[in-house]
C-alpha cells in the first residue's frame, strides 16, 4: 500500500535496463505503476488513464539521455507531467477595488471550512495587514456559530452574527457590518452541504448572489476519494469558484483529490491546511504535491529543513570526508548527530516518501537513536577513528559500557561497513563530479533528478534502523541510488545532503515556478509550526 | 489545447457514461471483451474500491474466459457475491446488543469524519429504545466542540458529562464512567477529538483515555467504535489500521453515505482487519443511522445514478 513509487519502479523498470529508447514495450509496466500510484492516491480513475496515456505519448521514442538513467528519465517526465497540471502556483486573493473584499468558503460537511475560516482571517491580517470581520453563517450545525467565535476570540478578530436571520442575510448583513466597522475583508463560513442537496446548493447560490464574493473558495478534505470530483463540479456549476484549499494535508493523505480538483474547476490551490492550530496553513507546492500524490514524499520539506539545521561548512567536511574515502566510525557519529539535529526522529522520518503510515509500526523512536548513541560513546576515540581495531573482546566491552548486547555492536559495524562500500562506490562513479548544479536543483525540485535523495535518505535510515525492527522501505534507483539499494544502505543520503548544501546557488531559489520571497515565507511557518510541534 | 482542457472534456464524456452503469456497458448487445472489463474496471473504481477493483475484474475476466461468466447477468451477480463475500456475514454486522452495565463505547475518528453527530444519534437511538444514556464529552480541544455535542444531547433529552475547553480527556471518560455507575446508566457515550491517526502523541492521549476506563472498570471500553468519512477515499484503510493498533477498534460507523461516494474503502477495512460495521450514517439529524446491513450496502455500491 505505501510503497514508494521510486521503490515500486526499481523492480517495474528492469526491462528499461541498457536499453537506448524508450518504447511502448518497454515503459508499458512503469506506466502501470504509475497509474496504480494514482489509484492509490484517489486521483480520480479516468483522470489517472488520461494522464498515464498522454505521459505515454510524451516519452515514446525519446532517446535515453546519455548518463541518465532511463528510469530517472522516465520518473522525471512523470513528475513533470504531473506538476504541470497541478500548477501554476498562485496563491493570490482577488482584492476589492472598493473594500471590503469578500471571500466566501464553501464545502463539504466537516471539510474544514470554520477552521481554515479562521486561518485565513489570521493569515490576511497578519502577512497583509488586513483588518478582517468573520461573519458566521452556518446556522445548521450545533455549535457552529459557537465554534467560529471561539476562533475569532483566539485570534481578536470580530465575528459577526445575528440570530433568526436566514445565512444569506447573515452574510449580507455581514458584509454591510464590514463597511460600517471598517473591516477590508469579509470571510464568509456557510455551513457545509452536499452537491445534491438542491435547496443548500440554492442556498449557496443565494449568498453569491446577495454578496457579489470576490473570492469563492472550496475547502475540501485531502482525505476524499473519488466522489471528489463530482462534489467539486456542482459546486463549481452552481457558484463561480475562483481557488481550492485543501486541508488535513498532515497526516498521510496522498491527496489524489488535488488533481481532481484542478481539472474540474481549473482554479488555483491556493492553501494547503496542515494542522488544527490557526497558524497551520501552507503555500501550495505544486513539486511538492506531485511527488506526493506519486508516493515519494515531503523530500523538499526535509531538505528545507535540513539546509536551516545544519551549517554549510559542517556539511561540505562530511560530503568532502565520504568522496576522499577516508569514513570511519568518528564520522559515522558526527553525521547520525547532525541528523537528529533535524527534529525528533517521527517527524524527520514522517517527511520521508510512504513514511507517514508507518510511524507506529517501525520502532524508531528516539530512544532507539539514544542507544545506538551509547554505541559510539562507550568506544574510545582511537576506536572511531580505527574501526578495524574493534576485536571480540573490545566489542564486548562496548556492548557493556552501553548496557546492551554485543549483538547491537555487531550490527552497527555491519551498518557502517554497508555504508562505506556505498561510499566507495559513489566514489568511483565519480558523483562529486557528476552533481553539479542542475542536479541538486533537480533534486531539490522534488523530483530527485537521479532520484538520489530519495533514495539515499531512504538508505540512511535503512542503515540506521535496518538492524533491528522490520525494514524501512528503501527507495532503489537513480545512480548513487543503485549503489545504496545494493547494499543495506548508508549514509549515502547525508552525502547526498552535504552535497547540496555545500557551497553552490542556493537552488530552491532558482524553482522557475515559485515566487521570489515566498520560500522564506514557508520558511519562516515551518519554524513558527514547529516551535509548538509535538503537542498540539 | 492544454492537456487540462482535454482532461476536462474527457470528463464530461466519462460523467455520461458512468451514469448509465453496468447496463451501459452491455447495451447494444455488447460482447464480453477486454475493453468492456476494462471499461467496468473504471466504474468499480467511482466506488473507492481501490485496487479491489483491479483484482475483481481480473477475476472475472479469468472467470469469462471459462466460460462461467457469459454477459450482464453473470456479471452482476458475481460481481455481487464477491463484494458480499469480502463483507463479514450479515449477523456479525450491523446493531447489537449491549448488556454490560454500564456498556462503555468510545468513539474515535479522524478530523471532522462525523463523530460528535454520530454520538448524537446513537444516544438519540438507545434512548428511543429505553435505555438510560450518559454521553461524556471527551473532545476538549476544538472550538465549541463540547457545546456541540450538549445542544445535541439536550435534543434527545440525554445526560452529559462535561468539562471547560482544555481539560483532561482522559479525566471526562473517568468522570462520565464514574457518573454512570453511581446513577446507573446503561450505556455511556464517549466522544473524543478528532485525530490522525499519524499523530503519535494524540494516539497516545487515545491510549491513555482507554487504559483509564479499563482501570476504572475491568473490560471498559467494551466497544470502541471508529467513525469512517464515507467520502473518504484509500486514506480510510490506513485509519482503520492505525486506530486498531493504537485502540482495538471493535467496530466501524460509516458517516455521510447520503451523497453520491459509495463508501468502497469499507471492504478493505472489513477484510483486512476483520472489523464489523455497526451503522450508517445519512444525513444530519438525529434519526438517519441505520444498522449495517451488508447486501443493502453492496447493492448500493454497485447501483450507479
Ligand atoms: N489535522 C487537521 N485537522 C483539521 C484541519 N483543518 C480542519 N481540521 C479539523 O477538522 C475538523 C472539522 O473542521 P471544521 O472547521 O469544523 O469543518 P467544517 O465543518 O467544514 O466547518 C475539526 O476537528 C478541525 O479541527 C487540518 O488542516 N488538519
Ligand atoms: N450529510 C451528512 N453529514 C454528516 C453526517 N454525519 C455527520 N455529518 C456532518 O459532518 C460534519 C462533521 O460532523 P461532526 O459530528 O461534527 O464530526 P466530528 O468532528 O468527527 O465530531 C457536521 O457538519 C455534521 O453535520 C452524515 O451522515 N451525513
Ligand atoms: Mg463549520
Ligand atoms: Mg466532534
Redesign the interface.
Known amino acids: ?2 510503497e514508494s513509487l521510486t521503490q515500486r519502479f526499481s523492480s517495474a523498470f528492469a526491462s528499461l535496463q541498457g536499453k537506448k529508447e524508450l518504447t511502448d514495450d518497454n515503459i508499458e509496466e512503469g506506466l502501470r505503476e504509475v497509474r ?1 500510484a494514482l ?4 486521483v480520480h ?3 489517472a ?3 498515464v496515456e ?1 505521459v505515454r505519448q510524451r516519452v515514446v521514442g525519446q532517446a535515453v539521455v546519455p548518463g541518465v538513467a532511463p528510469t530517472e528519465q522516465f520518473v522525471h517526465a512523470v513528475h513533470a ?1 504531473l506538476v ?2 497541478m500548477g501554476p502556483e498562485d496563491s493570490a486573493l482577488e482584492v476589492a477595488k472598493s473594500p471590503p473584499t469578500v471571500i466566501l468558503m464553501a464545502g ?5 471550512k470554520t477552521t481554515t475560516t479562521a486561518k485565513l482571517a489570521r493569515f490576511l491580517r497578519d502577512k497583509h495587514g488586513r483588518r478582517p470581520l468573520l461573519v458566521a453563517a452556518d446556522i ?5 456559530v ?6 475569532g476570540r ?1 485570534l481578536d478578530v470580530p465575528v459577526f452574527h445575528e440570530e433568526g436571520l436566514t445565512a444569506p442575510e447573515v452574510c449580507a448583513r455581514g458584509v454591510a457590518q464590514a463597511k460600517a466597522r471598517g473591516c477590508d475583508v469579509v470571510l464568509l463560513d456557510t455551513a457545509g452541504r ?3 442537496d438542491d435547496e443548500l446548493m440554492e442556498e449557496l447560490a443565494e449568498i453569491a448572489g446577495r454578496t457579489n464574493p470576490h473570492n469563492q473558495v472550496l475547502v475540501v ?1 485531502a ?9 467539486a ?1 456542482v459546486f463549481h456549476d452552481r457558484l463561480n469558484l475562483t481557488g481550492v484549499i485543501l486541508t ?1 494535508m ?5 491527496g ?2 488535488a488533481v481532481s480538483l ?3 474547476t ?1 482554479c488555483p490551490i491556493l492553501f494547503l491546511g496542515t494542522g ?1 492550530k490557526i497558524e497551520d496553513l501552507d503555500a501550495f507546492h505544486a513539486e511538492r504535491m506531485a511527488g506526493r500524490i506519486l508516493g515519494m514524499g515531503d523530500v523538499v520539506g526535509l531538505v528545507e529543513e535540513a539546509q536551516e539545521k545544519i551549517s554549510e561548512t559542517e556539511a561540505q567536511a562530511a560530503y568532502e570526508k565520504m568522496v576522499l574515502g577516508s569514513f570511519t566510525l568518528e564520522d559515522m557519529l558526527a553525521q547520525i548527530r547532525m541528523f537528529r539535529r533535524l527534529g525528533p526522529m ?1 517527524k524527520v522520518l ?1 517527511m520521508l516518501p510512504g513514511m ?2 508507518l ?3 517501525v520502532d524508531v523512536d528516539d530512544r532507539k537513536m539514544n542507544r545506538l548513541e551509547a554505541l559510539f560513546t562507550s568506544m574510545t576515540p582511537r576506536e572511531r577513528l580505527h574501526p578495524e581495531v574493534l576485536d571480540m573482546s573490545r566489542r564486548r566491552r562496548i556492548a557493556r559500557g552501553s548496557g546492551q548486547e554485543s549483538s547491537a555492536v555487531n550490527e552497527l559495524l555491519k551498518s557502517f561497513k554497508a555504508m562505506k562500500q556505498v561510499m566507495k562506490q559513489m566514489n568511483k562513479m565519480g558523483l562529486g563530479a557528476k552533481l553539479g548544479a542542475k542536479a541538486k536543483k533537480n533534486t531539490l525540485k522534488g523530483l530527485s533528478k537521479d532520484g538520489e535523495l530519495a533514495a539515499d535518505s531512504g538508505g540512511l535510515l535503512g542503515g540506521l534502523f535496518g538492524g533491528g525492527g522490520p525494514k524501512l522501505p528503501g527507495f532503489g534507483g537513480g545512480a548513487a541510488g543503485g549503489a545504496g539499494s545494493a547494499g543495506p544502505g548508508g549514509l549515502g543520503g547525508l552525502g547526498g545532503l552535504g552535497d547540496m548544501l555545500g557551497g553552490g546557488p542556493r537552488p530552491m531559489g532558482s524553482s522557475a515556478t515559485r515566487k521570489s520571497g515566498s520560500k522564506r515565507k514557508q520558511k519562516q511557518k515551518r519554524k513558527k509550526g514547529r516551535k509548538g510541534g ?3 | 489545447m492544454g492537456l487540462f482542457d482535454r482532461l476536462k472534456n474527457r470528463l464530461t464524456r466519462t460523467r455520461s457514461a458512468l451514469s448509465d452503469g453496468i447496463a451501459g456497458l452491455f447495451s447494444g448487445g455488447r460482447a464480453m471483451d477486454d475493453t468492456l472489463l476494462a471499461e467496468l474496471e473504471e466504474l468499480l473504481y467511482t466506488s473507492d474500491l481501490g485496487l479491489l477493483a483491479t483484482e475483481i475484474v481480473e477475476d472475472l475476466s479469468r472467470r469469462h474466459r471459462r466460460g462461467e461468466v457469459r454477459g450482464e447477468d453473470d456479471v452482476r451477480a458475481s460481481l455481487r457475491a464477491t463484494l458480499l463475500d469480502r463483507l463479514p456475514a450479515k449477523e456479525e454486522c450491523g446493531e447489537i446488543t449491549l448488556d454490560a452495565s454500564p456498556t462503555v463505547i468510545l468513539v474515535v475518528g479522524v478530523n471532522g469524519s462525523g463523530k460528535t453527530t454520530s454520538i448524537a444519534k446513537l444516544a438519540h437511538r438507545f434512548h428511543t429504545q429505553g435505555r438510560q444514556v450518559l454521553v461524556g464529552a471527551c473532545d476538549t480541544f476544538r472550538a465549541a466542540a463540547a457545546d456541540q455535542l450538549e445542544i445535541w444531547a439536550d435534543r434527545s433529552d440525554v445526560q452529559i458529562v462535561r468539562k471547560d475547553e482544555g481539560a483532561d480527556p482522559a479525566a471526562v471518560a473517568f468522570e462520565a464512567l464514574e457518573t454512570a455507575d453511581v446513577l446507573g446508566y446503561d450505556i455511556v457515550l464517549l466522544d473524543t477529538a478528532g485525530r490522525l491517526h499519524t499523530q503519535k502523541n494524540l494516539m497516545d492521549e487515545l491510549k491513555k483515555i482507554h487504559r483509564v476506563l479499563g482501570k476504572k472498570k475491568e473490560g471498559a471500553p467494551h466497544e470502541v467504535w471508529l467513525v469512517i468519512d464515507g467520502t473518504n477515499g484509500q486514506n480510510a484503510i490506513q485509519q482503520a489500521k492505525l486506530f486498531t493498533a493504537a485502540v482495538e477498534v471493535t467496530g466501524v460507523i460509516v458517516a455521510k453515505l447520503d451523497g453520491t461516494a459509495k463508501g468502497g474503502a469499507v471492504f478493505a477495512i472489513t477484510h483486512e482487519l476483520g472489523l464489523p460495521v455497526r451503522y450508517i450514517g445519512t444525513g444530519e439529524s438525529l434519526e438517519l443511522l441505520e444498522p449495517f446491513d451488508p447486501e443493502a450496502f453492496v447493492d448500493a455500491v454497485l447501483a450507479t445514478d
Open positions: 500500500m505505501f496504480a489509484l492509490e492516491a484517489d480513475f479516468q483522470l488513464r488520461e494522464f498522454n507531467a504541470e497540471l463539504l460537511q466537516g471539510a474544514g445548521k450545525r450545533p455549535a457552529a459557537e465554534q467560529l467565535t471561539v476562533l483566539k452536499l452537491h445534491i478534505d482525505m476524499t476519494g473519488q466522489d471528489a470530483i463530482r462534489s463540479q488535513k498532515d497526516g498521510d493523505a496522498r489524489g483529490a484542478k481539472a474540474v481549473g488544527e517521527k514522517g507517514g503510515g510511524m507506529d509500526q509535538g503537542k498540539r
